[in-house]
């Protein structure tokens, strides 16, 4: 398992998931849907955390506290209406919380 060419691609795909927000292409709820599933991907590579199929109580129950915060700042916005989910408010914190996770797990 080649840890740091995953982590590399992770990375890079915050990055442009964040772009294409900035950029209008994409709107802020689909970014945080992005942003949660490149983390639960990620840490799902790279651990025997079966991130990608665990729920926000799964998470809660069995994941640590970073991962565990990091997917509960993505999560209402992920499912919520865009003007109750606060999507585009709580952007640039998601992105630093994705890029923390996948820069500093292993």
């Not at 994409?26 to 025997?48: F, I, K, M």
């Amino acid at each position: 398992l080649d840890v740091p060419t995953l982590r590399q691609e992770h990375l890079d795909r915050i990055a442009r998931i964040e772009a294409t927000v900035r950029g209008g292409e994409v709107r802020a709820r689909d970014g945080h849907q992005q942003l949660s599933e490149t983390v639960r991907s990620y840490v799902g590579a790279v651990s025997t955390i079966p991130a990608p199929t665990m729920t926000l109580a799964d998470f809660r129950r069995q994941a640590p506290p970073p991962l565990t915060e990091a997917i509960e700042l993505m999560y209402p916005p992920e499912f919520a209406p865009d003007d109750v989910g606060q999507a585009r408010e709580r952007f640039d914190d998601a992105v630093t919380k994705a890029r923390q996770l996948v820069a500093s797990w292993s």
